[in-house]
Structures are given as structure tokens and as C-alpha cells.
T-cell receptor, first 114, second 114 residues
Framework: RKEVEQDPGPFNVPEGATVAFNCTYS??????FFWYRQDCRKEPKLLMS???SGNEDGRFTAQLNRASQYISLLIRDSKLSDSATYLC???????????????FGTGTRLTIIP | NAGVTQTPKFRVLKTGQSMTLLCAQD?????MYWYRQDPGMGLRLIHY???????AKGEVPDGYNVSRLKKQNFLLGLESAAPSQTSVYFC?????????????FGNGTRLTVT
């Protein structure tokens, strides 16, 4: 089993729709979770951290399910500019420190269709 | 404020040639990282540095060397390039190693080894 696993997609979603995708992780001791966004042929950029109680940033909602070992990202009222690859990133370390311990998923590709 | 700058952006090498990738950051960050990104795989850490004059191995260090002589610069060297090193290389920096200190990535270097 991969340490961090994502559905590669592609997800093709009409503009204005809601889309959600999950990411599973193998290490139950993992403490820190993130979603990064990567546009085509560009560098990854932090979208949002994922907190235990779930968190929202505008149209984006991130949730953590420790019992089932997955995190999710929900995008509401999707925009054309949301088209990108979304990377799930997990700190596979029994601590909130250790960026060098970050494990990146392969990404889920999202295309918003006009 | 340029953030993280990588040079060169593109390079083609022949097997056995050497080259150095330069990463420069102007955010006064302590931590710097070199990743490679390959199709179907998540970003993988090659080497990292927790401060000026220090370096450490990441997940896939073989065939690469690094140096951090100045706080703002992190160099990645390939002494004898191999086709398996064809990849997109990303440099990143963070203020600390804490989970709330996100990674800031450079634009990437696309390297092809023939």
C-alpha cells in the first residue's frame, strides 16, 4: 500500500458544480496534513492545512478522518480557475515538526468545464 | 520579493555530464529542500538543509550532492548524469520545520538526460 494514495482522476466537472476527492494515508501516527495545488507545469503551492476539526477557506473545505485514515477536499461552486492538480501531503511523523518527513501524493487532476 | 528562484529552467545533458542547479531564496528561511517530480509519483525529497553549512539526505539522495555555503543558496549537483535522473526538480524553502511553516517552491528545472 502506498503511504499516501490519491485517485489520479482526471475529474472533469462543469463550472459551478461541487467536487470532492479523498486521500488515504497509511501511517496512523501522522500528525500534519495539507492540500497543495499545482497548476500545469508550475510549482506546487499550499492551498490549505487540514485540521482535526475540519476547516474551511472560502469555497474550499478540508476534513480529516483519523479513524479511516483519510483527508478530503471539497470545492463548492467550482470556477474555471480551479482547474489544477491537487496534491495531498502528509507528515508521516509522530510530530508536528519535520517538513523533511512530508510525503506527497501523486495528485488528483481536476478540470473545470465551461 | 522574488521568493524562491531556480536556475536554469531547462537543461539537456548527455549521460555522464555534470551540472549544478542553483536555488536562491530571499525570505531568510532556515530550511531548504530539493525534490524531484516524476510522472505517476509524488514529489520525492533528494536532500535538505536545516541551516547554513548543513545538509542531510532525503529519500532519494543517490547520484546527487548538495551544498549550503550561504543561507540563501542551496546547490544541487549531478556529478555524472544518468537517464534515470531525467525529471523536474523543485527547490523549496520554509522558515522552520514546523507543520505551520509551509513550503515555498521555486518554478522548477526540467532536466533531460539522453
Amino acid at each position: 500500500r502506498k503511504e499516501v494514495e490519491q485517485d489520479p482522476g482526471p475529474f472533469n466537472v462543469p463550472e459551478g458544480a461541487t467536487v470532492a476527492f479523498n486521500c488515504t494515508y497509511s501511517n496512523s501516527a501522522s500528525q500534519s496534513f495539507f492540500w497543495y495545488r499545482q497548476d500545469c507545469r508550475k510549482e506546487p503551492k499550499l492551498l490549505m492545512s487540514v485540521y482535526s476539526s475540519g476547516n474551511e477557506d472560502g469555497r474550499f473545505t478540508a476534513q480529516l478522518n483519523r479513524a479511516s485514515q483519510y483527508i478530503s477536499l471539497l470545492i463548492r461552486d467550482s470556477k474555471l480557475s480551479d482547474s489544477a492538480t491537487y496534491l495531498c501531503v502528509v507528515n508521516m511523523y509522530r510530530s508536528n515538526f519535520g517538513n523533511e518527513k512530508l510525503t506527497f501524493g501523486t495528485g488528483t487532476r481536476l478540470t473545470i468545464i465551461p | 520579493n522574488a521568493g524562491v528562484t531556480q536556475t536554469p529552467k531547462f537543461r539537456v545533458l548527455k549521460t555522464g555530464q555534470s551540472m549544478t542547479l542553483l536555488c536562491a531564496q530571499d525570505m531568510n528561511h532556515e530550511y531548504m529542500y530539493w525534490y524531484r517530480q516524476d510522472p505517476g509519483m509524488g514529489l520525492r525529497l533528494i536532500h535538505y538543509s536545516v541551516g547554513e553549512g548543513t545538509t542531510a539526505k532525503g529519500e532519494v539522495p543517490d547520484g546527487y550532492n548538495v551544498s549550503r555555503l550561504k543561507k540563501q543558496n542551496f546547490l544541487l549537483g549531478l556529478e555524472s548524469a544518468a537517464p534515470s535522473q531525467t525529471s523536474v526538480y523543485f527547490c523549496a524553502s520554509s522558515a522552520s520545520s514546523s507543520y505551520n511553516s509551509p513550503l515555498h517552491f521555486g518554478n522548477g528545472t526540467r532536466l533531460t538526460v539522453t
